[in-house]
């Protein structure tokens, strides 16, 4: 019985984005490897935002520093932090906002990501994109 598994095994954790996710865990340390953990964090926190997480604007604005200051503790290049940093503060803002942010990112970051990241980061922008703007 292919698929089965025993009841005492543990389920599988799941990742949100798991290209981005794969793609880092494959990847070798430092450049490209650091850009995608980037990437995957600030796809996260756009994702959190939007998904109604129900996060506070306060909460949303504190996970945006702290994601802020562990990006500048890693080695990204002055264009990819700066890309990656407008993502982080615009998931303090509306889903259009966000969705802006990302696109931004992408176009920066898109060369280092292999096509499956760059579509879930692509869809994850259509899905904020696609929601009404509430003012």
Same mark, same amino acid.
């Given at each position: 019985?292919?698929?089965?598994?025993?009841?005492?095994?543990?389920?599988?954790?799941?990742?949100?984005?798991?290209?981005?996710?794969?793609?880092?865990?494959? %990847?070798?340390?430092?450049?490209?490897?650091?850009?995608?953990?980037?990437?995957?964090?600030?796809?996260?926190?756009?994702?959190?935002?939007? %998904?109604?997480?129900?996060?506070?604007? /306060?909460?949303?604005?504190?996970?945006?520093?702290?994601?802020?200051?562990?990006?500048?503790?890693?080695?990204?290049?002055?264009?990819?932090?700066?890309?990656?940093?407008? #993502?982080?503060? %615009?998931?303090?803002?509306?889903?259009?906002?966000?969705? /802006?942010?990302?696109?931004?990112?992408?176009?920066? #970051?898109?060369?280092?990501?292999?096509?499956?990241?760059?579509?879930? #980061?692509?869809?994850?922008?259509?899905?904020?994109?696609?929601?009404?703007?509430?003012?």
């Amino acid at each position: 019985m292919l698929g089965a598994t025993a009841p005492y095994s543990v389920a599988p954790t799941p990742f949100r984005f798991p290209a981005l996710a794969a793609l880092a865990g494959s %990847s070798a340390i430092g450049g490209r490897r650091e850009i995608v953990l980037g990437t995957y964090l600030a796809v996260r926190l756009a994702d959190d935002a939007f %998904s109604g997480a129900g996060l506070s604007s /306060d909460a949303r604005a504190e996970r945006a520093r702290a994601a802020r200051h562990w990006l500048g503790m890693i080695a990204l290049p002055p264009s990819v932090l700066a890309a990656l940093a407008a #993502v982080l503060d %615009s998931t303090t803002r509306d889903s259009a906002a966000i969705a /802006d942010g990302l696109r931004g990112a992408l176009s920066v #970051v898109g060369s280092w990501l292999d096509e499956g990241s760059r579509l879930e #980061v692509r869809m994850l922008t259509d899905a904020l994109a696609a929601q009404p703007v509430v003012k």
